[in-house]
C-alpha cells in the first residue's frame, strides 16, 4: 500500500469515526439538553406564575388587613349596647347647653342587624336657629356613629329667629349577637 492510499483511508477512518461520534453521542445530547431547557422553560414559566401568584396574594392580605383595620375603627365608634342612657344623656346635655328647650324625646323601635344594633329617637327641639345650628355642630364632634334623618325645621310661635326642629337621630351600637 502507498503512503497516499494509506492517508486517504485514514482519513476516511477517521470522518467514520467522527460522523459515527457525532450520531451516536452528539446528536442523543443535544436532543436531551433541548428536552431539559423546554422542561426548564416551561418550570421559569410555572415560577413566574407562582410568583404573579403571590404577588397577588400579598396585595389580598394587604387589603385584607386594611379592611380589618377599617371595621376595628367602626367597631370602636359603636358603643356596647349597654351605654344607650350614656348617649342619650351626651344628646340630651348638648341640646340644654346650646339653649334648646326640648318638647320630647322618644326611643323608638330598636332595628337589629347583622354587625350592629340601631336606637332611633324621635327628638323635637325648640330654640333659635343658631342654637340649633351648634346643636348640630357638637353632635358631629360626638365620638360615635349617629345619623339624623326626617329634619323638619319650622318658625317658632315665640318670636322672631326661633324655630322648632322634629327629627328623628339613629345612634348605632354593637350588637353582641354577632
Given amino acids: 500500500m502507498t503512503s497516499g492510499l494509506r492517508q486517504i483511508v485514514f482519513f476516511v477512518l477517521l470522518i ?5 461520534g457525532y450520531q451516536g453521542m452528539i446528536k442523543p445530547a ?7 431547557k423546554q422542561k426548564l422553560d416551561g418550570k421559569r414559566a410555572k415560577l413566574a406564575d407562582f410568583e404573579q401568584a403571590t404577588a397577588k396574594a400579598d396585595d389580598l392580605n394587604k387589603q385584607m388587613e386594611q379592611l380589618q383595620e ?13 351605654e344607650v342612657h350614656k348617649v342619650l344623656e351626651q344628646v340630651t346635655v348638648i341640646a340644654q347647653k346650646q339653649g334648646l328647650k326640648p318638647k320630647t324625646i322618644r326611643t323608638l323601635v330598636q332595628k ?8 332611633p329617637m324621635d327628638m323635637k327641639l325648640v330654640g333659635s336657629f343658631t342654637s340649633f345650628y351648634s346643636f348640630l ?5 360626638l365620638p360615635r356613629i349617629m345619623k339624623i334623618r326626617q329634619l323638619k325645621l319650622d318658625k317658632g310661635r315665640e318670636g322672631p329667629g326661633q324655630i322648632g326642629a322634629e327629627f328623628i337621630v339613629s345612634i348605632f351600637f354593637q350588637n353582641k349577637a354577632a
Fill in 30 to 36: 443535544n436532543r436531551k439538553l433541548t428536552e431539559t
Fill in 137 to 141: 355642630l357638637e353632635m358631629e364632634k
Fill in 112 to 119: 337589629d342587624n347583622s354587625g350592629y344594633v340601631e336606637q
Fill in 16 to 20: 467514520g469515526v467522527a460522523a459515527l
Fill in 70 to 82: 377599617a371595621v376595628r375603627f367602626f367597631e370602636s365608634k359603636l358603643p356596647p349596647t349597654s
